[in-house]
């Protein structure tokens, strides 16, 4: 059964920084990508940065310089992702994805919030 679990959100004063996580298992495939997507309120669902097997990252324009995503790899490819969240401003505010693909499928995690008071 895959699974993906995001932890690592709550509340931080603008100009803090916080450190999610994300574990996957159960992945029967090498894992191509894994991504960090954010949702605040009355907003579409937006990515914030991925990070592609080969090792290349991309990243929304609003958090690059501030934010950095990275991985770790076990025996089975990458499996674990962070997202590194510096200089958080209010508009970081929204609750925080991880979407992990494998071969032409993927799964979400169940999300974490992430508030940055002004």
Known sequence: QVQVVESGGGLVQAGGSLRLSCAASGIPLSVNVI?????????????VAAMNRDGSQN?????????TISTISSANGMDTGYLQMNSLQPEDTAVYYCNVMWG?????????QVTVSS
């Open 35 to 47: 991504a960090w997507y954010r949702q605040a309120p009355g907003r579409e669902r937006e990515l």
């Open 59 to 67: 990243y929304l324009d609003s958090v690059k310089g501030r934010f």
């Open 104 to 112: 032409p499928r993927s799964s979400w995690g169940q999300g974490t």
